[in-house]
């Protein structure tokens, strides 16, 4: 398939000086230890060679002789870190281990597509965060829960799928430093509950081979009730002999025929999924029964922290979704065993454009812990409309929790710096289908791109991410380069504009979570309320309302409690203010609603014109899928604009300062 290549697409020729004299690859390395990685690695450098210069590397095992690109093996680095240098005209890429080789590889094929020279080159990079995973949602029968790419490319009619495009997307994951990929959706239902059977291991065992082939370790989603589902125990209660028993054996099973099975991710008792509470059991008895069964063939179970009551009342005002995840989860910390990590969402509710960070960051001190982000775009446009992710997990990132007097950002806690714990890192929701470009909008693979970059590389910029893409995706044609940074760099401060306001979240239509629709969550049993009427809106989080605010370390408590203090991006979710509060920005918050939502489209319009001057200077086809995607985003973008403002018009009956058009 044409661009199925994506940032590694090899057809375009490449200039970069002190490339020339290469014409081999030379491989130092015992052939004890030349294993699948280093061979993909060999060959990755092969094939972008052809495409890139024309030329076939010949590959020596031994000294090097002339020039060339020298692989080595060397003691002393950091596992999974390379060091690449260039020393009169020869490179040398070194790593402790092969998974350092091919990082290193990956990294020299971009150094020379996106740089100018190879000369004095001496870049040694080692992962900051130990896990790197993305997290598929994929049922078995081919769609994908919140999939905006076409269908599974790992499942089909209750199938495993093993092809060409598995190899692409494992070489696509490792070139960004991606080593965990869950391959199912959480919800675990029907035949994704027997992928741990022998009714699955042979292709489950063959797509793992091709991920270990690129340092990926596979992981799967459990049904917590399996040993009821498959029709074996009458329940699942984890303190059970039986039951304890039935996953040891299960567990014993799975590993001996996968072994590149790197462990499990569970959803428990969340959105009607079975779990421990059935049992009167924590979540702790549920992670460590597993944990237990998976620690001889040292396995990994991440037990996510996304529970809440989705069965709460509207009128109910106590009860408050966003302190859910913290009050589930803080009174166990420190009882998990140690190959268990908790997998906690950015934000308490559900990735919204705007969220404060999930305050179990800074919370538990004494439990694994990884980030959970979302890149496809289910409240951000959907992989229909651009919005360029990376600014805002590194906003995240950057959060003080305050902790410890030092390394206390979300940052210092996923890499392990604050607790020194070695099972932390990141993970995302993924983007992809079987769409020929991946990701539905072209657009929409720099999150992926920047998802992997950002986990390997945190000190990165968003910028610098966004740039290496646009060259390695499209070339170093300037204007190009000009034109989608500057679209990825404004996509996500455009989207927040035309969405809900100031923090509060949703405004979606219901269940397919796209489109403008204020009420749409309002009355619902789902905990996503902004509770506006005639004088204003927000909800009250601060301690005389549902307390969460008081969740957080000082001084972020303080801060977030009081309404003059809080920032103004997130009022209206910690507090309920008046239409005519003064913000920090010196406007009121209704003016604020109408100027942002016109703000909003004037962005995208913006966006859009830029964009149509690249016609000729990208490739058709991907121009053509764009600008399909941007005519919708500008059209879409009004639709939120007049229905969010129109609303708060007539909500509030307070006109537009600058009398512009409102409904
Ligand atoms: C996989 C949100 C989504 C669900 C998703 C859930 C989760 O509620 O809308 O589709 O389920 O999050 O993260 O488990």
Redesign the pocket.
């Known amino acids: 398939m044409e661009f199925e290549q994506a940032w590694l697409d090899y057809s375009r020729k490449c200039s970069c000086e002190g490339t020339d004299g290469i014409e081999a690859v030379f491989v130092g390395i015992a052939d004890d230890r030349q294993d699948i990685l280093i061979k993909n690695s060999v060959a990755e450098l092969q094939r972008a060679f052809v495409g890139l210069f024309g030329r076939e590397l010949a590959v020596h095992t031994g000294a090097p002789v002339g020039d060339g690109i020298c692989l080595a093996l060397r003691e002393g680095m950091q596992a999974e870190a390379y060091h690449i240098y260039e020393d009169g005209g020869k490179i040398s890429i070194e790593a402790s281990d092969s998974r350092g080789i091919l990082y290193g590889v990956f990294a020299l094929l971009r150094h020379m597509q996106t740089e100018n020279s190879l000369r004095g080159l001496n870049l040694t990079k080692a992962p900051v965060m130990p896990m790197r995973m993305l997290d598929h949602?994929d049922n078995m029968d081919g769609s994908i829960?919140?999939g905006y790419s076409g269908k599974s490319f790992f499942f089909e009619d209750n199938e495993i799928l093993v092809n060409d495009r598995t190899v692409t997307y494992a070489r696509l994951a490792a070139s960004v430093g991606i080593n965990a990929v869950v391959i199912n959706?959480?919800?675990v239902k029907d035949a994704a509950t027997w992928l741990i059977t022998e009714r699955y291991t042979d292709k489950v065992r063959a797509l793992s081979e091709v991920f270990a082939g690129y340092g990926i370790k596979m992981y799967l989603c459990l049904n917590y009730a399996a040993p009821m589902e498959l029709g074996e125990l009458a329940s699942a209660d984890p303190l059970a002999e039986e039951v304890r028993g039935w996953w040891k054996k299960q567990m014993a099973f799975v590993f001996r025929e996968v072994p590149n099975l790197g462990g499990f991710l569970i959803?428990a008792d969340?959105?009607g999924r079975p779990g421990p509470f059935t049992y009167g059991r924590t979540h702790a008895d549920g992670a460590n029964m597993l944990a237990e069964a998976v620690a001889p063939y040292g396995g990994k179970i991440i037990w996510?922290c996304?529970v809440y009551n989705c069965q709460q009342d509207w009128r109910d005002e106590k009860t408050d979704r966003a302190r859910s995840g913290y009050d589930n989860f803080i009174g166990l910390d420190g009882t998990f065993l140690d190959n268990v990590i908790l997998q906690i969402?950015n934000g308490p509710m559900?990735?919204q454009v705007r969220e404060p960070v999930h305050p179990l960051f800074g919370g538990l001190t004494k439990t694994n812990q990884m980030l959970?982000v979302?890149i496809a775009q289910?409240y951000t446009g959907q992989q229909r409309h651009v919005c360029y992710l990376i600014p805002m997990f590194r906003e995240i990132l950057a959060f003080h929790t305050y902790v410890a007097k030092e390394c206390d950002t979300v940052e210092d806690i996923v890499c392990g710096r604050t607790f020194g714990q070695k099972n932390c890192g990141m993970a995302a929701?993924a983007n992809t289908g079987n769409d020929e470009n991946w990701t539905g909008h072209d657009m929409a693979a720099a999150n992926w791109y920047g998802f992997g970059r950002l986990a390997f590389e945190p000190e990165l910029s968003a910028e610098e991410i966004a740039r290496e893409w646009i060259r390695l995706t499209f070339g170093r044609e300037e204007q190009v380069e000009e034109t989608l940074l500057y679209i990825l760099m404004t996509s996500w401060r455009a989207y927040e504009n035309y969405n809900a306001p100031l923090g509060i979240g949703w405004m979606v239509n219901p269940n397919e979570?796209y489109g403008p629709s204020v009420d749409g969550y309002e009355y619902s049993r789902w905990g996503t309320y902004h509770r506006a009427d005639h004088l204003g809106i927000g909800v009250d989080r601060s301690g005389a309302g549902t307390g969460y605010a008081l969740l957080y370390r000082e001084p972020n408590a303080s801060i977030y409690n009081d309404k003059e203090r809080c920032p103004d991006k997130l009022l209206l979710f910690f507090h309920h203010m008046p239409y005519t509060w003064k913000l920090k920005s010196g406007k009121t918050v209704i003016q604020h609603i109408y100027d942002t939502h016109f703000e909003g489209v004037e962005m995208v319009d913006e966006m859009v014109e830029r964009f149509r001057k690249l016609q000729g200077k990208l490739p058709k086809k991907p121009y053509q899928r764009m600008l399909e995607r941007f005519l919708h985003q500008k059209e879409h973008a009004r639709e939120w604009r007049d229905q969010i403002n129109t609303y708060f018009y007539r909500k509030s009956g307070i006109a537009d300062e600058r009398g512009r058009k409102i409904y």
């Open positions: 949602w829960e919140r959706n959480v919800n959803k969340s959105e996510r996304f969402k559900d990735f959970e979302q289910e929701v979570h």
